[in-house]
């Protein structure tokens, strides 16, 4: 008996199925031909991977407060622009940008939910926002296709199966590897695993406990959150992003075991202490919300929170 997964339909039927986000662009940079594109400094390391194997040219651009784009570049006809939809609560800027800007790719990493616009190349990552090793959905307006070969999960799921066995901490270092694993690899489609598991998943379920558990951080947190965050009905974040000045804030919830991540640490090489970005990346707390909590978790880290910072933040 082989592993039993129930057989439902992935969220993106129609989309192309690759093996990695930072491969859908690589898919999009080669069958547009792009030779040049503008993204953000307040962005993952990772997306250079792609851009340098194919020589293009690149740029980096600022960002404001608010996590939109300061466009002080014009893009030609054979130059691109890729924004990221933050943590998945960025979508209106997404929607404006998309009727002004041309050439625009939208990283959608931290917003699986976040329907593809028509016309505009959009891509996805898997693992954000559930128990894959791998996998990204890509969404192109492009009619040329690129021959691949199928991806191989297999050794990428031990950290998965430890999560299970053994504890989440315990899957950590095996999940690091896999990250390095993911390093450089070829564009092809996804595996066969992945495909399975994402076939599997009940995506109402998750989008439901993910919005439920945002809204409720967001009505306890939101007078003290230096961002100001635009959130619709129609949004399932990735995150709920918290932005205080207090930069040790991430160091102390980790000791309590709640792992904050820091998006994104290359920043800090790339900008100068003074810059908004990497104020960002300093102080954005990324609370968890996914599937895997209820509010009573929520309600324990406002708690949590209200004890850890300090009164220059408002609590």
Known sequence: MGLQLQKGKPYYPDLIRLNTARNSLEYILITKAYTTIYLPYFTCEVLLEPIKRLNLYYHFYKIDENMDPII????????????TNYYGVKTSTV????KTQKNLIIDNAQAFYAEPIPGIDTFYSCRKFFGVPDGAYLYTSGAKRLKLEQDVSIERFSHLIREVDLGIENGYSDYVRNNDVLIDNDVREMSKLTQAILASIDYDHCAKKRKENFVFLHEALSSINQLKINFSAD????????LVNQP???AQLIKQKIFVATYWPNVFDWTLPDSMEYYLAENIVPLPI???YNLEDMQYMVTLLKSLLVADNGL
């Open 248 to 250: 040790d804030l991430k």
């Open 290 to 292: 996914d599937q895997r």
């Open 235 to 242: 949004d399932t974040p990735m995150v709920y992003p918290l």
């Open 72 to 83: 002080d570049f014009k893009v030609d006809d054979q130059s691109c622009m890729l924004y």
């Open 95 to 98: 929607q404006a940008l998309s």
